[in-house]
Structure formats: structure tokens, C-alpha cells
């Protein structure tokens, strides 16, 4: 196998602090780059860190920054529905504008390879048939949208030179040390270890494709060591077919791991128009180094375990510490970013420090 120099973006995140450490295992050189919105957020660990640091938003990359690697893991974005419904013209700068930007000063810096963190979401109101790659798209929200037009945008961009990869990650859940509340599985689970209740906020209808994060940090590892043949412009849906389930069941799964919890429904629950079911197969038929390990069933036991043994309350699962849409609210409150979610200059010190520290850092 061949060690690679790789930029991953949004390492500090969710997923790139499962992603990092892997690839990192696999012998190759990792440079972080991340704005670090969530640098004090979720559980607090020792952890590897990548070869070298950048500390910067993702809409202020430069061409320098991406010479001399030789694949772009692309994770950093508006996370969320609800973050991105924040403000959409935000959502779309960050996550489509950016995206595409970097993917050409990647192709012009000779970059060869771009893999995107896309997402199943762009299927949004599809019904309850499985929905392989070839399905049509219907996003309902400003995340799903943007998602959507950088696969467009960035499809044409490959040539003989500059192979991406999009990878329609189903919805997350799982441990990190970077841990959202704000994804069903992991919300459903810390409420009902932190209240007793399984509280579902829709009328628990809806099919939702679900994958660990372990297993979509397996698929960025799987493409990026991939032959370019089997992966160049290519976009592959990251999960397990049995693992899509109405919300519902989800819930009915953590009512029997967490002790004494029930299945409530919040006062105004109703439909939600997101509902899709996918089909995984084609990853695993292609990439037979792609090995999913994780069910729903072990993921919730793994996160219920995880908040027991750091005892989170309940006053801090729903906080800032674990739901994005709150700290970013926090974050404007305080002074510390515009409307546009960029670092205030005169930010205060504390909410400041990932924008103050140098740009650039070995770590």
C-alpha cells in the first residue's frame, strides 16, 4: 500500500476524529485543516494528531495549502438540517461554494485525487422504495441542496488527471470524542439515559438509513487506497441495506438497551418530509477492502455505555457541549461569529482561540 500525504478537512469534527486516527494507523501523512468551531465540545481525550495543523475556514484555503498532497478528504461543512436552516446563504457558501472551490485549486495544484463527504439526505422526500446511486434527487433543506450541487459542480471537473469520489454517507450515530446529540440514534439514546424518555420529535414514520461513523471512516479509507478505476467520478451510498429503519424502530431498539426508558412523543410531533431508504450494495460490491461492522442495535449500547461511563446529565447532553445548533448560537451570542459563521477578529479571548492560533502548526 502506498503511503499517501492527505488533507483532511474538518478533522477536528465528528467524524475526522474516527477518520484521523485511521489513517494515521495506516502509515499516512495527515494534515488537519479545520476552522475548530468544536474545539471544546463532547468528551474530552487524549488523542493522535495529524502530522501538521491548519487552523483556518475552509472558504480561506489557498493554493499553496494543497500543493504537494496527494488526496483531499473533504469532511468540513455545516453539519446538520437545523444548523444549516440557520442561515441558508451561509450553508451554501460553506458547503457548496467552498467545496468546489477547493476542489479546483486541488486539481490545480495537482492534487490527484478529491474524495467528498456528500450525503444520503439528497434523496430527501423519496418515499419507501430502495434508492440505489441512480435515483433521482429531491432534497427539501439548504444542507441537502448544497450537498447536491457540489456533486454536480465537481463531476465536472474530472479529467485524466483529477479523479473524485462522492460518498453519500447514510445518517450517522456512534461514538466520538467530537460526540453530537443532534443525530437520531445518538438523541434518541442520551435522551433516554438522561430523562427516561426516548423522546421522538416526528411522528416516528419516516425511513432513515443509518451508518456508524466508524464504517463511513472506513469508506474514506477504503477509496482513497482504492484502485482510481473502481472509484474515479464515482458516487457510492455508505452504509448497510438491512440497517434502514423507521425512526420508530430506532426507538423501540433503545427503549430495550436503556434501562427503565419509554417511548414518548414530543407535543408537537408530525410528519417529517425527509424519508428515504437506500440501497448499499454497490460500495460492497465494488471495494471489497470496505467492511462494515456496526448494526444500530450495537451502536446504541456503544453510545449508551460511552454516557453512562463519562455520566453525562441531562443539562449537558442537550448543551452546547453536544448539539452543533446551540453552540453555534452560543458562539453568535458571545460575539465570536457573524452571520456568516466566520471568526470575529474581536472575538473574546477563550471563544477566539482556534482563530487566533497560528495558521499553520506542527502538532
Known amino acids: ?35 475548530f468551531l468544536y474545539e471544546d465540545c463532547g468528551f474530552a481525550t487524549e488523542e493522535p494528531s495529524p502530522s501538521a495543523v491548519l487552523r483556518k475556514d475552509i472558504r480561506e484555503v489557498e493554493l ?20 444549516g436552516d440557520l442561515q441558508p446563504t451561509a450553508t451554501y ?17 495537482g492534487v490527484p485525487r478529491y474524495v467528498f463527504s456528500s450525503s444520503c439526505s439528497n434523496y430527501g422526500a423519496a418515499g419507501d ?45 456512534g461514538v466520538s470524542p467530537r460526540l453530537r446529540g443532534d443525530l437520531v440514534v445518538n438523541n434518541l439514546v442520551g435522551y433516554a439515559c ?3 424518555d426516548v423522546l421522538i420529535k416526528s411522528d416516528g414514520m ?31 451510498n455508505v452504509g448497510i441495506t438491512s440497517e434502514n429503519y423507521r425512526v420508530r424502530e430506532v426507538a423501540g431498539m433503545v427503549a430495550e438497551v436503556v434501562p427503565n426508558s419509554k417511548v414518548t ?23 471489497a477492502a470496505f467492511q462494515p461492522q456496526w448494526t444500530v442495535r450495537k451502536g446504541i449500547e456503544q453510545v449508551y455505555e460511552a454516557l453512562c461511563h463519562h455520566g453525562t446529565s441531562a443539562e449537558e447532553f442537550l ?26 477578529a474581536s472575538a473574546p479571548a477563550a471563544a477566539a482561540h482556534p482563530a487566533s492560533a497560528p495558521r499553520y502548526s506542527a502538532a
Open 1 to 35: 500500500m502506498k503511503q499517501m500525504r492527505v488533507l483532511l478537512t474538518g478533522h477536528d469534527g465528528y467524524i475526522g476524529h474516527v477518520l484521523l486516527p485511521m489513517l494515521l494507523d495506516r502509515g499516512h501523512h495527515v494534515t488537519g485543516l479545520d476552522s
Open 64 to 83: 499553496e495549502d494543497l500543493r504537494g498532497h496527494d488526496a483531499v478528504l473533504h469532511l468540513a461543512g455545516v453539519s446538520n438540517d437545523p444548523l
Open 93 to 109: 457558501a460553506i458547503n457548496h461554494e467552498a467545496s468546489v472551490r477547493l476542489a479546483r485549486l486541488a486539481k490545480q495544484a
Open 129 to 173: 422504495s430502495y434508492l440505489d446511486e441512480g435515483a433521482g434527487f429531491n432534497p427539501v433543506t439548504p444542507y441537502a441542496e448544497s450537498k447536491v450541487w457540489v456533486e454536480r459542480d465537481v463531476s465536472r471537473l474530472a479529467d485524466d488527471s483529477f479523479s473524485p469520489t462522492f460518498l453519500r454517507s447514510a445518517t450517522a450515530f
Open 194 to 196: 438522561t430523562t427516561g
Open 206 to 236: 419516516p425511513w432513515r438509513p443509518l451508518v456508524h461513523i466508524e464504517d463511513i471512516a472506513r469508506a474514506f479509507v477504503a477509496v482513497l487506497e482504492a484502485p482510481r478505476e473502481l472509484v474515479h467520478n464515482e458516487a457510492f
Open 265 to 287: 412523543y414530543a407535543g408537537d410531533a408530525g410528519p417529517d418530509a425527509r424519508n428515504y431508504r437506500v440501497n448499499c450494495e454497490k460500495i460492497r460490491s465494488r471495494l
Open 319 to 344: 448543551s452546547s457541549s453536544f448539539i452543533r445548533l446551540k453552540r453555534i448560537r452560543e458562539l453568535q451570542s458571545a460575539g465570536a461569529l457573524d452571520e456568516m459563521l466566520r471568526w470575529r
